[in-house]
């Protein structure tokens, strides 16, 4: 067996009924087998295929809390600091019902390899809790938050471990949450990104990912010689990523036509009225069914969907595992020219090889969803420097990293032989680094 397939077995017997990590490992090393094949001897004596796939540490809490009429719920909450090779851990907090210690794994080493792929110094890590915010009201979430951080605030710091939002977990949940760690520890301090404006957040973070998706993108057409303008794109989700992303995709002359969330979705012919969707997404906090009452024209459906709508480019901006090869052989014979990730391996490993095998351009999220990331190490800059960078600064510094980012995947797979494969080139490019501060760093 060779090295790669040796580590990919380990991580299936010692992290047994974790499917979604088993996939997200099994990807990387998959596509990383001429760097390790050429670097054998030296990794091997090290374990450092072994050590990457171990996170440095895992913490795993109770978190009780208690709901409106006075009943008790007891969550249980994570957070993966997965590697710290090249800087502090960082990434998200997900709050939703079915995460369990297996998707945090997976999101937490995804994120190794997107934070490096930022060119800045993140590490990577991820957390959360099987919570669902959906019905809460406002001090049910206060108290939940209140609650995690609790627990959460004895592990991180602004140089040690910084969250931020994910599935579930935005403005109202950050605010929360940081209010709880500045009691608690007595800091003002940037161990939290996505926060509000008045209280060190970034202008732009909000919009970063959905933006940056949308910048990359564009970068990538480009040197195909076309464009996003006059182009039909499918959005799924309707939650920061896909608002941001469709927002930006409108605003670069294309046209999104469909949006959803886990209850169905919507088709617009006349392409997606923002101000209706940010209304019943960010006010109202209601479901996607309510869209018809603002569009006539619009159609809603129940259940998933959203893949058999044609279009140039599909952009899956919800979550893991949402296109299937049924919806890629779909997506085929619709003949759609890209699909770039919004969300965490929400494409299938046969989707995403269906995809590629057809000529679709396949932009995988380590590479396209890593503006969020990029814009929250951005935030830590201007907190450690007590400033705030206006919109167009961090704007025009998103832009620049997205771009250096489609360029640094491109070359990549070109160094390795695969040229147009951003899989392979985002694992490699992103892999490079971080082995290389492995090994520096000696046995650790
Ligand atoms: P939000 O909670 O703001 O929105 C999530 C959206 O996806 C909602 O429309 C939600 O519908 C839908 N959704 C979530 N889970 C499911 C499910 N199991 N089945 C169907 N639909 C679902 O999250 P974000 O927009 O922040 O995150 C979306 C994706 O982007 C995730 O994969 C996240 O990890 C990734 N990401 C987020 C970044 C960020 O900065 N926020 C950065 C990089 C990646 P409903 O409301 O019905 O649940
Ligand atoms: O998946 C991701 O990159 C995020 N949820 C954002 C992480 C961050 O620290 O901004």
């Known amino acids: ?6 580590v990919i077995a380990r991580v299936k017997r010692e992290n047994p009924d974790e499917p979604e990590f088993h996939q997200a490992v099994h990807e990387v090393l998959d596509s990383i087998c001429a760097v390790v094949e050429a670097n054998e001897k030296l990794y091997r004596r090290e374990a450092l295929l072994e050590r990457l796939v171990t996170p440095e540490r895992q913490i795993r809490f109770r978190v ?7 009943q008790v719920h007891v969550n249980t909450g994570y957070r993966v600091q997965f590697n710290s090779a090249i800087g502090p851990y960082k990434g998200g907090l997900r709050l939703h019902p079915s995460v369990n210690s297996g998707i945090i794994k997976f999101l937490g080493f995804e994120q190794i390899f997107k934070n490096s792929l930022t060119g800045l110094p993140i590490g990577g890590g991820k957390g959360g809790a099987d919570f669902d915010p959906k019905g809460k009201s406002d001090r049910e979430v206060m108290l939940f938050c209140q609650s995690f951080m609790t627990e959460l605030c004895k592990y991180i710091s602004a140089d040690t471990d910084v969250p931020a939002g994910d599935i579930g977990t ?13 009691r608690i520890r007595g800091v003002f301090e940037g161990v939290l990104t996505g926060k509000g404006l008045s209280y060190g957040g970034s202008p732009g973070r909000t919009e970063a990912t959905g933006y940056g998706l949308l910048y990359i993108t564009e970068e990538m057409l480009r040197c195909r010689g076309e464009h996003l303008e006059g182009r039909t794109v499918v959005v799924s989700g309707s939650g920061n990523v896909a608002l941001y992303a469709i927002e930006k995709a409108h605003q670069l002359g294309a046209k999104v036509l ?19 969707l940010k209304d019943i997404k960010e006010v109202k906090r209601a479901r996607l069914r309510e869209y018809p009452s603002y569009r006539s024209d619009a159609e809603y459906h129940e259940g998933r969907g959203v893949w058999s709508v044609k279009a140039d480019i599909v952009l899956p901006c919800a979550t893991q595992n949402e296109l299937n090869l049924v919806d890629a052989k779909q997506l085929v ?26 000529g679709v351009s396949f932009l995988p999220g380590k590479a396209a ?22 919109f167009e600064r961090v704007d025009e510094k998103l832009k620049g990293i997205m771009s250096e980012l489609f360029h640094s995947v491109d070359s990549a797979a070109q160094r390795y ?5 951003y899989v392979i080139g985002a694992n490699i490019a992103g892999f490079e680094k971080i082995a290389g501060a492995m090994l520096a760093q000696g046995i650790i």
């Open 333 to 358: 014979s619709n003949r759609v020219i890209a699909v770039a990730e919004g969300a965490n391996m929400p494409t299938t490993e046969e989707a995403t090889h269906y995809l590629q095998q057809h």
């Open 369 to 390: 969803n890593a503006g969020g990331v990029a814009t929250s190490a951005l935030e830590m800059s201007q907190n450690s420097g007590r400033l705030s960078w206006s």
């Open 64 to 70: 009780p809390w208690i709901d409106d009429h006075g």
């Open 170 to 182: 935005g403005a109202r949940e950050i605010g929360y949450l940081f209010g709880q760690y500045k």
């Open 258 to 276: 469909t949006a959803s969330d886990s209850d169905g979705w919507v088709y617009d012919p006349a392409g997606i009225d923002l101000t209706a």
């Open 1 to 6: 067996m060779n090295y790669t397939d040796e």
């Open 417 to 421: 032989g695969h040229a147009g494969n």
